[in-house]
T-cell receptor, first 117, second 109 residues
Framework: NAGVMQNPRHLVRRRGQEARLRCSPV?????VYWYRQLPEEGLKFMVYLQKENIIDESGMPKERFSAEFPKEGPSILRIQQVVRGDSAAYFC???????????????FGSGTQLSVL | GQQLNQSPQSMFIQEGEDVSMNCTSSSIFNTWLWYKQEPGEGPVLLIALYKAGELTSNGRLTAQFGITRKDSFLNISASIPSDVGIYFCAGQGAQKLVFGQGTRLTINP
């Protein structure tokens, strides 16, 4: 859905560098979800955030990955010390969210393709 | 964890043919969803199913929520070139959306 804006569309990093992926939800949406997609696979849930709160991070790797959704500004998915296995498409989705979960009204962005050299 | 098995993994059909794909799960879901993803884009919701046994249409697309709540199918009638893409089923239980592996649809004109 054109309303969810992700940038950059493509990000190339060398092993050990940091990757920052940004997501601006649909205007008025206060719920953000991050998913990861490996080639030829479906989307895997990573984290669910509301403004200034992490609601469910059960899909996030325990190390090197973090996410935030501040009061002002976009949601950020941060990957520290990237490794080749982090190469994937990362999708952000937002919903108006009248309660958890309301995933059926998810609007997805176009994704960020992360390539780790 | 919850897993969805989607089949077939890929389909090669002639324009005008009907398409059928399905999704099964070892777990019960409260909602079944079907998405389409085109290259370089995020998934777009096609159909949402909320009740066991529910049959819902969206133009040439028809989807059903299985009685056991562990399966769903999607049919596309009279396929056209713009139907090309990857179709994903997704189930929603008590927690987050769980996606199938996708069915890649290729159409020969």
């Amino acid at each position: 859905n054109a309303g969810v804006m992700q940038n950059p569309r493509h990000l190339v990093r060398r092993r050990g560098q940091e990757a920052r992926l940004r997501c601006s939800p649909v205007k008025g949406h206060s719920h953000v979800y991050w998913y990861r997609q490996l080639p030829e696979e479906g989307l895997k849930f990573m984290v669910y955030l509301q403004k200034e709160n992490i609601i469910d991070e059960s899909g996030m790797p325990k190390e090197r990955f973090s996410a935030e959704f501040p009061k002002e500004g976009p949601s950020i998915l941060r990957i520290q010390q990237v490794v080749r296995g982090d190469s994937a498409a990362y999708f952000c989705a937002s919903s108006p969210g009248s309660g958890y979960p309301t995933n059926e009204k998810l609007f997805f962005g176009s994704g960020t393709q992360l390539s780790v050299l | 964890g919850q897993q969805l098995n989607q089949s077939p993994q890929s389909m090669f059909i002639q324009e005008g043919e009907d398409v059928s794909m399905n999704c099964t799960s070892s777990s019960i879901f409260n909602t079944w969803l079907w998405y389409k993803q085109e290259p370089g884009e995020g998934p777009v919701l096609l159909i949402a199913l909320y009740k066991a046994g529910e049959l819902t249409s969206n133009g040439r697309l028809t989807a059903q929520f299985g009685i056991t709540r562990k399966d769903s199918f999607l049919n596309i009638s009279a396929s056209i070139p713009s139907d090309v893409g990857i179709y994903f089923c997704a189930g929603q239980g008590a927690q987050k959306l769980v996606f199938g592996q996708g069915t890649r649809l290729t159409i020969n004109p």
